[in-house]
């Protein structure tokens, strides 16, 4: 018997697909394409049969199984039209097993895999199911005996049930022709939509013609509100009663689904919205909410870990127990008007107020990347270019055909690129020369405007005031306004004394300062100073993108990066990279990482005009915020190493903020600011800010597994590294504090 | 008219050749290849008449001008009877001029180019010689006239003189058919020189057929002796009353011309040969003498200058006033015997009585690079391989068809490739894996056969104490000898009860011992501790190699990296590196250097456990022997950064030792040494080797061109950055000082 088996997914790195196209056969199969003709479909999870078209090239008479609580009667409406009429046509044999049920009931949790993989043996009809059994308990003996015979008894249970617990499903002849049954997801009548994201989505992007992808390379934002994957089991539920309105719980979000909301004296708002009477003397007369978007929710939990209230104000729930309401209050939320509140955006409690321009990405439930990323684009994000290394942050950030960046309530938001993985500092470098090339070219335009004679006073006050203001940020938005507004009007000849004649042109005049005018509007996107970002992992800026990196940091221009810091290359699986620390185990470490970690921002710091600083938002979020709005001011170059808990660290993800603020404490991860605008004022440009301590490092490591396998497997190594580990943690600490004294 | 010019050169960057290929016409020139049938040939130096065909080509009746100092008589023993026969048989225009007699005349010292080119215009009649002359003279004007009209009467009568001093030969018919004249250059019988170097040597490159090149792409070194080319103008006299031995002048020259040899008690030697006796104890019943190589000498001076005695021991004569002799006497040196003294080979005078394994490069006269390499060569070239970085490093290091590493008297010398800029550390990083795998093989195979019952114990004491010393220097050098030895004595069965058998074999015993004992024989190569390096530029090391550079550090493998810091990308004529400190002008930052000098050391230091050091040979050469000491015997990887004079810094290059010693007084080029060895006792791993400035910083930096142009092209620009320059000068050295003085 020979087997193939092909693999297809998508690009989540929480709930994603994957179809596995299998062939099996007496002889070699070489067959190089996928199964568009299947004796056998199984569907594993029952919220396919709206996304997916899951009966798809199946043969006539074959065999159709699903994965669902559903009865006959429950499938005539939960099932659409489309699946049915395919199953009564093609005569399918269609059966059903809740394998979820089925999994509770023998213990395995939601872990159905053993059930679903013997269902298919018996249906399938590959070996004989005798065969298939005894093979399928044998390697689960010798999987899990380790773990003690409960285990083991527990997944010969699921197997036994994996056969008795399908049932086929007798279905009337009328399913052939039926028009009657779930309507697939449809989220959006956006253009877009409808011709590139869905079809893409549903797994047939392979179908698409060529002309349906514009040539320019140009990709619409703000696409992954429409995904709608609900992929959570529970999800945060808010008790009001217990809030106590810090916006913590919003901060550290990895997918932005949980944010607070301000209701103004004026705005209806149904009874289920409930709310509480905001805080604070800015927010008088608002009334507050915390809301969730259920179905973007992949409920890591990390929000009902975080909240400081004696009484927690999050709990979480089943994501069934609350979808239809919170669906709805979620849409109620959108639809609040836009608060201008005068709270501190650079803190906790004012940046949440501020809509993330990063939502619903498709990375890991908790990743502690992602909450960085959101920060950066609510302070930022309606000025921003963003350069992007390859790796987690360009597959979360913008993998076809959905882009989690988003726009505000005036369509601004950032402009994203992923080039290379090895030249992005570059990249970034570029747009920021090409960037100030374009700016200044269109500062003399400006100049030259109101240099005309005949140009009103008005215009050329606050051409004046832009060129004064166009390197500051709010100052440049200020004056960007009045600008635009001046030369709108100044082509607008209505009622003057050239009305006839320009109604005459069709409207234009080419007068010189016209002209220049309908210049300015042509470039109004340059108007506002940019913020430039550069991001990426540790693989890129320690390793493959350090010499770029290591450049642009040298060439003292105003760009800001900031380096999502997992300690390995995340994305291909938790390689070893420079970032790796001594001890730690991962791919190309296997025995343990023997030299120490790289120590980024010291060379950073080297050349004196770079601002550097090392945050982890889970022990400090003030101090994240405080170098994120340093970095960003700072006229020159910056770089922030952020640390960012990741699944390849082998650690609970549901508490992943608590793990980072373990790191700090632990001694682990230290926290500093370098800010090299101090050193120009005559002080010390390094200031540590974590204290010394104050738990056990060796603790913390071997808390996680990949530290926590070295001792495993190489207990001697594993003592003798780790004592080296806390060793140069502690020598490393003593040298910042050194610095941090130096007068 | 219209004209065309190829320009053919070698890579050598002090007195090379260039052939210059012109056509001119009254239509548009698109010939796109070099002359084969000139009308005019003219060669620029008197030597080339021996070691190129200059005639070659030139047509029937044609024009020959030749710059030399000769009369008719004398040609008839300087030219070759091969250039006299092409002269008279082609009935050749035949014209000399001696330029170099008319520019000392005229004030223009050893500057020919003019002369030569109005003497050019007279003979070529490409235009009409007035206007030639009164175009020349307009360019000489607008050049030079900002310098003082005596420049441009200067050259005015420069190109006067080349129309006035040429004189027609008169040469006799016999010419045709002679076979008397000088001999072509040719040193060596050597058969790969006669099949390859010499072609190549001589333009001819371009006719040897592919077979002449070896497919494995090993080429032979030590080669660069046979070039004899005579191109220093003066060279050295030693005076050795004056002498006090110390052997700088040797140490400090760039092409290892300048040596001291010793003359034992028995050994004969020519009259001419003059010595003192030896001074120390180590070198009782020695004389001495300081011997130069005329002919590979390039009269840069910097022997002459270094030399502390009283009154100086070397004094700068014409080449020609001393060549017959010291070229003897040179000869006479080369056939002493090699001494083994007992003086330590890490101080100046000690290090200088081993031979350079790198010599006659065809580096610029005074590069401030080459003494560093030679110093490298002579502690460790036996046992050295090198991995090199393109730039100037591997143009003198390796340019075809000649090599200037050489072999010691047992025919060991350095092991070197040159791969790409970008790779270096790579490229040696990978050497040294490469090595310390086949070793470890080697080792298994020596533990084998010590391991083999019937092995003779002394095989097995000699085995085991290579064992215990294969990754020490000298250990793994004494031992080796003794193992090789066993090895050969163990496979030579003479007297033995198997000799009978081992005869008939052909001399083969296929026993476990002599099977294994074979092998040991053909890795001979490998018995010893190899010391690797990897050489290169600041533009490698700081920017486009920096990359793999920083990561190769990082692997904590036992490397070596010597940086040749010239603060440009030297080879490609001046470049700005992130090496250009502040205020320096070079390509690409013409206006002055905006940021400073990037601080490599530093930030190879962060690693914690990189040797790192910044010498200066001409400030300290002590110092620069000590750090490369430590570096070489450092088990992890080292860093040596070099300051390195260089034509680009526009500065008297008869002086660049002196220069290098400038920039530490002035505080430009602080002097240290971190090693981590130092760390591990308990010890601060840094110490500073240079004092505070005692000279003024901008002193130092306006007496070289690359800072005083900027003074003259941007006061203003230059004044603030040289004020800058000197500020973060200060910085660094007290940041240094306080590192220094870390508990």
């Known amino acids: 018997m020979y087997a193939q088996g092909y693999f297809a997914y998508d690009s989540k790195k929480s709930g994603g697909l994957t179809v596995s196209h299998l062939r099996f056969g007496k002889s070699p199969i070489q067959s190089s394409y996928l199964i568009d003709h299947a004796d056998f479909v199984a569907c594993h999870n029952p919220s396919y049969v709206t996304r997916y078209d899951v009966a798809e090239g199946i043969k006539e008479g074959g065999v159709l199984l699903l ?74 003996k010798k999987s899990y005996e380790k773990k003690g015979d409960a285990v083991v008894q527990m997944n010969y249970a699921a197997i036994d049930a994996g056969l008795t617990g399908l049932k ?24 877009y939509f409808g011709a590139f994201i869905k079809p893409v989505l549903a797994q047939s992007g392979d179908k698409l013609p060529v002309s349906s992808f514009t040539p320019d390379g140009f990709v619409p934002t703000a696409t992954t509100q429409y995904e709608k994957r609900g992929i959570a089991v529970d999800v945060p539920q808010w008790i009001k009663e217990n809030c106590i309105q810090c916006n913590q719980c919003s901060l550290v979000c990895p997918h932005a689904v949980i944010r607070p909301f301000l209701v103004g004296e004026g705005e209806q708002v149904p009874d289920t919205f409930e709310t509480i009477p905001a805080t604070g003397k800015e927010l008088a007369g608002y009334k507050f909410r915390i809301q969730i978007s259920p179905l973007d929710c992949t409920g890591c939990g990390n929000c009902a870990d975080v909240c400081p209230a004696k009484n927690k104000a999050l709990t979480m729930v089943p994501l069934t127990s609350v979808l ?125 405007l109101i240099a005309v004679e005949y140009v009103d006073d008005a215009v050329k006050a606050v051409g004046t005031e832009w060129l004064d203001n166009m390197n500051d940020a709010e100052g440049s938005k200020a004056a960007s306004a009045k600008l635009l507004e001046a030369c709108k009007e100044g082509l607008d000849m209505t009622g003057t004394e050239w009305e006839a004649e320009w109604l005459k042109n069709g409207k234009v005049c080419t007068c010189d300062a016209c002209a220049l005018a309908k210049e300015v509007l042509d470039n109004a996107d340059l108007l506002v100073k940019k913020s430039i970002w550069i991001f990426g992992g540790d693989g890129w800026a320690y390793d493959i993108g350090y010499g770029g990196l290591d450049h642009v940091l040298a060439m003292n221009e105003d760009v800001n990066v900031l380096v999502l810091d997992t300690e390995v290359y995340s994305n291909t699986g938790g390689q070893s990279s420079k970032a790796t620390p001594t001890g730690s185990v ?79 404490e632990a001694g682990y991860w230290p926290l500093y600011r370098y800010n090299p605008d101090l050193a ?33 497997q190489f207990p001697q190594a594993a003592e003798e590294l780790f004592n080296r580990a806390e060793k ?16």
Chains 1, 2 share one sequence.
């Open 728 to 743: 140069e943690a502690k020598e490393k600490y003593d040298y910042y504090k050194k610095l941090n004294d130096l007068q």
């Open 324 to 448: 239809e309401r919170e669906e709805k209050n979620w849409e109620t939320a959108q639809k609040l008007s836009d608060k201008k509140v005068e709270l501190n955006p650079a803190t906790v409690k004012g940046s949440q107020f501020k809509k993330p321009l990063f939502e619903f990405s498709g990375a890991c439930a908790g990743c502690g990347e992602t909450p960085y990323i959101k920060t950066v684009t609510q302070l930022y994000g309606d000025r921003m270019v963003i350069a992007n290394a390859t790796g987690c942050t360009s597959i979360y950030g913008g993998s076809a055909p959905t882009c989690p960046y988003c726009v505000n309530e005036k369509g601004h938001g950032p402009a994203w690129a992923n080039s290379l993985f090895e030249d992005n500092a570059e990249f970034g470098y570029g747009i920021n020369l090409a960037t100030n090339h374009r700016r200044e070219k269109l500062a003399d335009v400006v100049r030259k």
């Open 168 to 191: 086929q499903i007798n279905y009337p002849d009328s399913w052939a022709t039926t028009t009657e049954g779930a309507a697939p997801i449809a989220t959006t009548t956006d253009k």
């Open 67 to 140: 994965n669902s609580e559903w009865t006959l009667e429950q499938m005539e409406c939960e099932l659409p039209a489309a699946m049915k009429n395919i199953i009564a046509k093609k005569h399918l044999k269609f059966y059903n097993i809740d394998a979820i049920a089925i999994a509770r009931e023998v213990g395995m949790g939601n872990r159905i895999n053993t059930i679903m993989q013997s269902a298919f043996f018996k249906l399938a009809n590959i070996i004989p199911v005798e065969d298939a059994v005894s093979f399928m308990k044998a390697a689960a």
């Open 586 to 664: 991962a791919k190309f470490a296997a025995a343990g990482k023997r030299t120490k970690k790289k120590d980024l921002g010291m060379m950073a710091m080297s050349y004196g005009y770079v601002y550097v600083a090392q945050v982890s938002m889970g022990a400090n979020q003030n101090q994240w915020l405080k170098a994120l709005t340093e970095a960003e001011a700072y006229k020159g170059p910056s770089l922030i190493i952020a640390y960012a808990p990741c699944i390849n660290h082998g650690i609970n993800m549901g508490k992943s903020q608590a793990e980072a603020k373990r790191a700090v």
């Open 680 to 712: 120009d004022q005559g002080k010390n440009p390094f200031v540590l800010d974590s204290k010394e301590a104050k738990a056990d490092y060796q603790d913390f490591i071997r808390s996680e597994v990949r530290y926590a396998s070295l001792q495993k």
